[in-house]
């Protein structure tokens, strides 16, 4: 939504990296990301993922991995508490 890509940009000339959790090819796996410092974590739509305009706006990407053999999705609202716990630790 053109709030959420307004709120991107702006993190972005705070020199704040905005960060995509998305299934991506590029993305690197949460549990190795050691976040050294200030980040903005974009989420996408629970059905859909993240739209074009809002993968444009992140400077890179983390996945959280999932075992079993199960659709590869989390619910929004997990999937940002499980990004957020992994930051503070």
């Known amino acids: 939504n053109a709030q959420t ?3 991107m ?3 972005k000339r705070k020199t704040i990296p905005v960060i995509g959790v998305e299934i991506d ?3 690197k ?3 190795d990301e050691p976040f ?3 980040v903005a974590f974009m989420m996408g739509n629970e059905g859909s993922g993240m ?3 809002q993968m444009a706006a992140c ?3 983390i996945r959280i991995s999932q075992y079993g ?14 990004g957020v716990h992994r930051y503070f630790h």
């Open 36 to 38: 050294h410092s200030s």
């Open 5 to 7: 890509t307004a709120t």
């Open 69 to 82: 053999g199960g659709t590869a999705s989390l619910n929004v609202s997990v999937a940002a508490g499980v």
């Open 29 to 31: 796996n949460l549990e």
């Open 51 to 53: 739209s074009s305009k």
């Open 9 to 11: 940009k702006q993190q």
């Open 25 to 27: 090819n590029s993305a």
């Open 59 to 61: 400077d890179g990407f």
